[in-house]
Structures are given as C-alpha cells and as structure tokens.
C-alpha cells in the first residue's frame, strides 16, 4: 500500500482513527479521509474531523453532505412503510450505513483510488453492508479492513494510538455512538451482555424539559413538511427541527436485539425522538386514510424491505419495485397529527385530513350507521359466513355418518 492512494471512509471515532495512523504510518499509504454526513455533524464538529484526520496522518479531508440524498433514497420509504426493526428498532445505522457506503464508492472511483477503507470489526452487520456495497459498485478496486483482519479490540486501539502519540478522549471512546439524521446508536460493554442497560452519561442527549408540550405535524403525501405553525422547504429540515424539540424530553431511547446479517444475536442501545414519533404519526395517519387491504399489504411489503435493506442489499433491484409500490399508497396520506410531548415518552392524541374514512357521513362504529339496513346485514352476513357455515355442516353431516356406521 505505499504511496497508494487510499480511500478511508472517516467517522474519527476510535476504530477510523485506528486505521488512519496504522495506514499512515505503518502501511506508507496516502490516506484521504473522506467523511459521509448523513445527518451526524455540525460545520464545527466537521472542522474538528479535518484537523483530527491531518494530525492522524491524512494527506486530505473531505466532507460530502449525503442529507438530501439519504432522504429521498431512504429515508422517506422507512417512513412511508412504517419500518421498524423487530417492532423496535428504526434502523438508524443500517440505513445511513447504505448511502455512506455508496458516496464512498462513487468517489473512489472518481478519483482513481488504488484502496478503500473502512473501520468495520469482523463482529458486526457494517462489514457486509460495505463490503457488498464496494464489490457491486467498484469490484477493481481493493478493500483493506485493517480492525476486522486483525481482530483488534477496542483495548489494542487504544493502546497503539497512545503508543503513536495520539491524544483522544480515549474515555468516551469506551462507547461507539453512531449519530446521524435517523437515530443515534450506542454500543458499550453494557449491550454485550443480554440483562445490563446503559447508564445515563451514555445517551448524547440528556434530559432538559420536564413540561409537557403539544406539537402538530403536517403531512403531505407521506411526507413530514411542517411543525406546528412552520412549513419548511424540505423533510430533512423538519426532521432536524422535531428532533431537537424531541429530544430535550430524552424521547425514543430503547434497547434492540435483533438477528445480524452474519448469523448470531446483537444488542444495540439506540435513542431516536424524530424518527419514532413521526412513523407512529404517519402510521396512525394511514391508519384513518388507507384501506384495510391497503394496509395489510404495505405492512408486510416494507417490513420485507426494511429486512433487506438492514442487510445491505439496498442495490437489490426488488427494492426500487416496493419503493414504487409503497409510493403509490401515499398519495392520500395527508393531514395532521396531534402529539403529546412528555419527559421519556409521548402520545399521539389525534388527525385530521379530508382523506379520513372515519367519516360519520357513513356511520359511527358501534352506534349508528347510515349506509345500510339491519335486514342488509343479515344478509351480509349470511354470504358472508357461507362457506364457513357449509364446512361446519359437512364436518357435523361425516361425524353423524362415522357414529352410525
């Protein structure tokens, strides 16, 4: 790898720190650090990363803004299907992990990398989302995975980087915090283990309401556009407002557990205020605007998707077909929602849309109804009932029949 020109996919956590000075300086290569946000970093922290990355040895640093494009290719159809993993889990990482992996991709090709890297361990989900990603989009050009083929623990890390004279916040570092615009995850040596929870300094967002708060969310054809009184010019914009509303109340943090791509079980603390309440928000939402079998058939489409998706096989043509499919529900999900806003938790309280079937122009459940007669029902209810009724009467007809003979 001397003087080769490689291509380091760059968070500036421990593991791409690792990689950065072990490539540098160990391997000879020309490390160009290049940093995906998709949601993760203020202009400061990014600052910070450029000047972190040159003190690891990185010939370069780039920052490519993926938050529009993570939108519009993820993160609108998690939330036009409602996904969450294991009736839990938003997949925070796993989809902002797929756009990461394809920016880096298309720019190593663009520059005519020799390499690329990323700080994937051998344990996890990440190294076959990348791996898989790199080898569909840019097979000519070689992985290096130096935590993986080393099976290095955070310990060794840490060791060689103070060893090479590398000062970090070695402390925090005890924790691997993924932020990004759909979710935080947090893992730690709590979540290695199926019983311990993670204490209270390893949330990134403390606790700073104690009121309660009532919110309105405006939808327009699935998509989240405005926050009480405030329309905004894009999703991602009214994401990151509801997140840092949301997020004073500590709301959505949770713990997953969930099969991995590689076979075995993982646990992950995660907290995601914006993503949650807005597929609770949007599901009630269709709830009150879809039909039953328009329903019944998205819920088991995306949760297909988003399964296939957290298993890196966004590239998969079959996706862009449930992507078509699930966009073509949304064009009656319009209308707003009423939230509830309490420290730890919230409510959905109600909608209103002129797309609501609820309507009682056609009846009230379990009062009155507008559109039939009791004779209609019990009409309904014959055909209805008929081949249930004629199974019944067959199986009572062979069981007189066996008793006789």
């Known amino acids: 790898m001397k003087n080769k020109k490689t291509i380091l996919a760059f968070s500036g956590g421990l593991d791409t720190s690792y990689c950065a000075v072990y490539l540098s300086k160990i391997k000879g290569a020309d490390v160009h650090a290049i940093t995906v946000n998709t949601g993760a970093f203020s202009d400061e922290e990014i600052n910070e990363m450029a000047i972190h990355a040159k003190k690891l040895g990185a010939v370069s640093f780039t920052c490519l803004d993926e938050r529009k494009n993570f939108y519009q290719q993820v993160i609108k159809f998690l939330v036009y299907g409602n996904v969450l993993k294991n009736n839990t889990y938003p997949l925070s990482v796993s989809a902002e992990r797929i756009v990461q992996a394809i920016a880096i991709a298309a720019y190593a090709q663009e520059v005519n990398a020799d ?32 935590i993986r083929d080393h099976h290095l623990s955070r310990e060794d890390e840490i060791a060689f980087l103070r060893l090479n004279g590398i000062k970090m916040d070695f402390e925090k570092a005890q924790y691997s915090i993924n932020k990004g615009l759909w979710g935080t995850s947090i893992g730690g040596k709590e979540t290695l283990n199926s019983f311990q929870e993670l204490p ?11 009121d309660e708060v ?7 054809q699935g998509e989240l556009r405005g926050i009480n009184e405030k329309i905004y010019d894009h999703p991602v914009d009214a994401i990151i407002a509801l997140q840092e509303l949301a997020g004073a109340f500590a709301i959505g943090r949770d713990m997953h557990v969930g099969d991995t791509i590689i076979g075995i079980k993982g646990r992950v603390g995660f907290e995601a205020a914006a993503p949650l309440i807005i597929i609770k928000a949007h599901h009630t939402l269709e709830k009150h605007v879809l039909t039953k079998w328009q329903l019944y058939w998205k819920d088991q489409l995306a949760a297909w998707y988003g399964n296939w998706l957290h298993e890196g096989q966004y590239l998969d043509p079959v996706m862009r077909d449930l992507e078509a499919f699930m966009q073509s529900t949304q064009a009656h999900v319009c209308g707003t929602v009423f939230v509830s806003l309490k420290p730890y938790r919230f409510a959905i309280t109600g909608i209103e849309s002129s797309y609501d079937l609820m309507l009682d122009t056609f009846g009230s459940y379990g009062e009155m109804n507008k559109s039939w007669s009791g004779d209609d029902v019990k009409g309904f209810a014959k055909i209805f009932g008929n081949q249930t009724f004629i199974h019944q009467q067959v199986k009572l007809m062979n069981q007189k029949n066996a008793k006789e003979n």
């Open 214 to 220: 009532q919110v309105t969310l405006h939808f327009e």
């Open 115 to 146: 390499f690329v890297v990323h700080g994937s361990t051998g344990a996890g989900n990440d190294q076959v989302r990348f791996d898989m990603i790199f080898n569909s989009m840019i097979p000519d050009i070689a992985i290096c995975t130096p």
């Open 200 to 210: 209270e300094t390893a949330y990134p967002t403390k606790l700073s309401r104690n």
